[in-house]
C-alpha cells in the first residue's frame, strides 16, 4: 500500500542515478560511483575485468556478499594477498580495499542449532561451505549434541554418503479396529494408509468409510 500511495506523487522505481551497464564499452569511469557486478567470484565477466581495472588503486574497493570457491580469483583476494594475477598474465599488486558482507542464505551455528533442536535426528550433512568454517561448525555441533551421539558429515563434492534411520511410525486406528482397546502385544491386522504424511490404520471393509478409494473384486474364470 506504501509503494501505490507513493506513486501519486513519483514513479518509485525511477532511479535517477542508476542505470544498467550492459558491459565496458557503456562503463565511463570519470568519477565516484558503486557497480554492481557479476560473477561474484570473479573468474571472467564483467567484475573480473572492473576488478582488473581498479585493484592496483588505494582508493577503490571490492565487496564481497556471498561464498567464494576455493581456488577461485575471489577466495585468494579475500585471503588479502600482496599480489594478484590479471586476466592478460601480469602479476599486480592489490592495493584496493578488500570487504566481505555475507549477503548469502546459509546458515550459521545459531540457526543450525536451532533446527536441531526441533528434530530428534542425530546425522548432518554440511555442504556447501568453507572448508575450514565447516570443520569449526562440524566439532561444536558434535559437543553441543553429544547426548544424542551426533554424527556430522563434510562430504567432499563426489562422495557418496549412506546413512540408516529408524524411527517410530504413529498411526490413527479407526472402524472397527478402534471398538475395542487391543491387549498388550497383540498383531493387529489391517491397511495403513498415508495421505498429508498422516497415518490411518483400519480394515479394509472400513476402506470406503475413512478414505476417498474403492475395494473392487476380480474373479478369474
Given at each position: 500500500?506504501?509503494?501505490?500511495?507513493?506513486f501519486?506523487?513519483?514513479?518509485p522505481?525511477?532511479?535517477?542515478?542508476?542505470?544498467?551497464?550492459?558491459?565496458?564499452?557503456?562503463?565511463?569511469?570519470?568519477?565516484?560511483?558503486?557497480?554492481?557486478?557479476?560473477?561474484?567470484?570473479?573468474?571472467?565477466?564483467l567484475?573480473?575485468?572492473?576488478?582488473?581495472?581498479?585493484?592496483?588503486?588505494?582508493?577503490?574497493?571490492?565487496?564481497?556478499t556471498?561464498?567464494?570457491?576455493?581456488?577461485?580469483?575471489?577466495?585468494?583476494?579475500?585471503?588479502?594477498?600482496?599480489?594478484?594475477?590479471?586476466?592478460?598474465?601480469?602479476?599486480?599488486?592489490?592495493?584496493?580495499?578488500?570487504?566481505?558482507?555475507?549477503?548469502?542464505?546459509?546458515?550459521?551455528?545459531?540457526?543450525?542449532?536451532?533446527?536441531?533442536?526441533?528434530v530428534?535426528?542425530?546425522?548432518?550433512?554440511?555442504?556447501?561451505?568453507?572448508?575450514?568454517?565447516?570443520?569449526?561448525l562440524?566439532?561444536?555441533?558434535?559437543?553441543?549434541?553429544?547426548d544424542?551421539?551426533?554424527?556430522?558429515?563434510m562430504?567432499?563434492?563426489?562422495?557418496?554418503?549412506?546413512?540408516?534411520?529408524?524411527?517410530?511410525?504413529?498411526?490413527?486406528?479407526?472402524?472397527?479396529?478402534?471398538?475395542?482397546?487391543?491387549?498388550?502385544?497383540?498383531?493387529?491386522?489391517?491397511?495403513l494408509?498415508?495421505?498429508?504424511?498422516?497415518?490411518?490404520?483400519?480394515?479394509?471393509?472400513?476402506?470406503?468409510?475413512?478414505?476417498?478409494?474403492?475395494?473392487?473384486?476380480?474373479?478369474?474364470?
Open positions: 500500500e506504501n509503494i501505490r500511495n507513493k501519486e506523487i513519483a514513479n522505481f525511477n532511479f535517477r542515478y542508476v542505470a544498467n551497464l550492459r558491459g565496458m564499452r557503456d562503463m565511463q569511469d570519470t568519477g565516484p560511483c558503486v557497480v554492481m557486478a557479476a560473477p561474484g567470484m570473479l573468474q571472467s565477466g567484475s573480473r575485468q572492473l576488478f582488473d581495472l581498479w585493484c592496483e588503486d588505494a582508493r577503490n574497493g571490492v565487496i564481497f556471498g561464498y567464494s570457491v576455493p581456488e577461485t580469483l575471489a577466495h585468494r583476494v579475500l585471503r588479502h594477498p600482496s599480489t594478484i594475477e590479471r586476466l592478460d598474465g601480469r602479476e599486480v599488486p592489490l592495493r584496493m580495499s578488500v570487504t566481505e558482507i555475507s549477503f548469502s542464505a546459509h546458515t550459521d551455528y545459531r540457526q543450525t542449532s536451532h533446527f536441531l533442536r526441533s530428534t535426528t542425530n546425522q548432518l550433512l554440511l555442504v556447501h561451505g568453507d572448508v575450514h568454517n565447516m570443520r569449526r562440524k566439532l561444536k555441533l558434535e559437543k553441543d549434541f553429544a544424542r551421539s551426533m554424527n556430522v558429515h562430504p567432499p563434492n563426489g562422495e557418496e554418503i549412506r546413512m540408516q534411520f529408524h524411527g517410530n511410525e504413529i498411526a490413527t486406528v479407526v472402524g472397527a479396529l478402534a471398538e475395542a482397546d487391543p491387549e498388550e502385544n497383540a498383531v493387529l491386522s489391517g491397511i494408509l498415508r495421505k498429508h504424511f498422516q497415518n490411518t490404520f483400519l480394515r479394509p471393509n472400513d476402506l470406503t468409510t475413512f478414505s476417498e478409494l474403492q475395494i473392487s473384486s476380480f474373479a478369474q474364470s
